[in-house]
Nanobody, 124 residues
Framework: QVQLVESGGGLVQAGGSLRLSCTAS????????KGWFRQAPGKERDFVAA????????GYADSVKGRFTISRDNAKNTVYLQMNSLNPEDTAVYYC?????????????????WGQGTQVIVSS
């Protein structure tokens, strides 16, 4: 059974930081590209960040560039999203996803596996 489990969400004040984690089980995901997406109430699921299988290539949405950092530890089958300088517009459910590709991918339609999501709330 393939499973992606996110953790690390919560409530934080504007200007604060959170680190999300996503651990994969049930399959060797070390060769998979990974991504983070987010969905705010009443809005579509948007791309946040992606990383290729080795961690040598990353991509970010313009709205988070310079504030968020995606990384991975293949030995732990875990991908991280370090989020700094958070603002209320970052409030959303954050999802991690895995795609059977060596490269970074920005479209949610390309991803094969999804986690259940973790809520991030940034208060002003």
């Amino acid at each position: 059974q393939v499973q992606l489990v996110e953790s690390g969400g919560g409530l934080v004040q504007a200007g604060g930081s959170l680190r999300l984690s996503c651990t994969a089980s049930g399959r060797a995901f070390s060769s998979y590209g990974k991504g983070w997406f987010r969905q705010a109430p009443g809005k579509e699921r948007d791309f946040v960040a992606a990383i290729n299988w080795s961690g040598s290539s990353t991509g970010y949405a313009d709205s988070v560039k310079g504030r968020f950092t995606i990384s991975r530890d293949n030995a732990k089958n875990t991908v991280y999203l370090q989020m700094n300088s958070l603002n209320p517009e970052d409030t959303a459910v954050y999802y991690c996803a895995a795609v059977n590709s060596y490269y970074t991918r920005r479209s949610s339609n390309e991803y094969d596996y999804w986690g259940q999501g973790t809520q991030v709330i940034v208060s002003s």
